[in-house]
């Protein structure tokens, strides 16, 4: 199965899933990655791991529709059958989610629904909730909805600090993102083809 990353910053979890690759956990290939933003740290991490970086910016572009005929055209050359969001902060627009009906995954640092948008750790950790978590979804046109495929709950500890507390979600999310793509992959695989849900 052909991978495409989308990020926009430090692309941690990008390394995690090659990781899983390398050691074989995961049965896939990142065929490329997508960033939005030209100074984002997944730049060298993509460069280290040898995998081509493509860079969109939205701004050069007439029209969100544009921009991401722009970036489908990229992912069909590059063969691309599943795009794993990690850390794109920008919302998929119709003309992606038509390109790529439930083949885009996200990954979300909150139990959703709780928390959803930009800032999912943090805005648990200034609620003084209990608990928190981390949240795999199919994408669909709302901002972090979508058929919930993994979920992992974190306690909020008082000890935690924000920082302590993103390193624990940071965890959480290296290990159960390839998992989850690994499980999803499968359950691609044994439908039936004349079940029009997912293929
Ligand atoms: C992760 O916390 C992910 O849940 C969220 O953005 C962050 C990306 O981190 N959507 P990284 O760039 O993979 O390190």
Same mark, same amino acid.
């Given at each position: 199965?052909?991978?495409? /990353?989308?990020?926009?910053?430090? $692309? *941690?979890?990008?390394? =995690? ?8 956990? %995961?049965?896939?290939?990142? =065929?490329? /990655? ?23 910016? @939205? &701004?050069?572009?007439?029209?969100? &529709?544009?921009?991401?005929?722009? +970036? @489908? ?7 691309? !059958?599943?795009?794993?969001?990690? $850390?794109?902060?920008? +919302?998929?627009? *119709?003309?992606?989610? !038509? ?5 885009? %995954?996200? @990954? ?12 999912? +750790? ?5 609620? $003084?909730? #209990?608990?928190? $978590? /981390?949240?795999?979804? +199919?994408? #669909?046109?709302? /901002?972090?909805?979508?058929?919930? %495929?993994?979920? !992992? &709950? ?14 624990? @979600? ?5 290990? %159960? ?11 691609? &695989? ?10």
């Amino acid at each position: 199965m052909r991978l495409a /990353v989308f990020a926009s910053g430090n $692309g *941690s979890n990008f390394s =995690a899933i090659q990781e899983a690759i390398l050691s074989k956990e %995961l049965s896939a290939d990142i =065929a490329c /990655v997508i960033c939005d933003q030209k100074d984002a740290g997944i730049y060298q991490r993509a460069k280290d791991a040898g995998i081509p970086i493509y860079y969109f910016d @939205i &701004k050069t572009f007439s029209s969100k &529709k544009e921009y991401e005929k722009a +970036i @489908i055209a990229q992912l069909d050359k590059e063969m691309v !059958e599943l795009i794993i969001l990690a $850390g794109y902060m920008r +919302i998929v627009g *119709s003309t992606l989610l !038509e390109a790529f009906p439930k083949r885009i %995954l996200n @990954i979300h640092p909150s139990y959703l629904p709780a928390f959803p948008g930009k800032q999912g +750790i943090r805005d648990a950790f200034e609620a $003084g909730v #209990d608990q928190t $978590g /981390v949240t795999i979804h +199919i994408v #669909d046109e709302g /901002v972090d909805s979508g058929p919930i %495929l993994a979920q !992992e &709950k974190l306690p909020i500890l008082s000890t935690d600090s924000l920082a302590t507390l993103e390193a624990k @979600i940071h965890g959480i999310e290296h290990r %159960l993102y390839s998992k989850t793509i690994q499980d999803y992959i499968n359950q691609l &695989k044994t439908r039936r083809t004349y079940d029009t849900s997912i293929n």
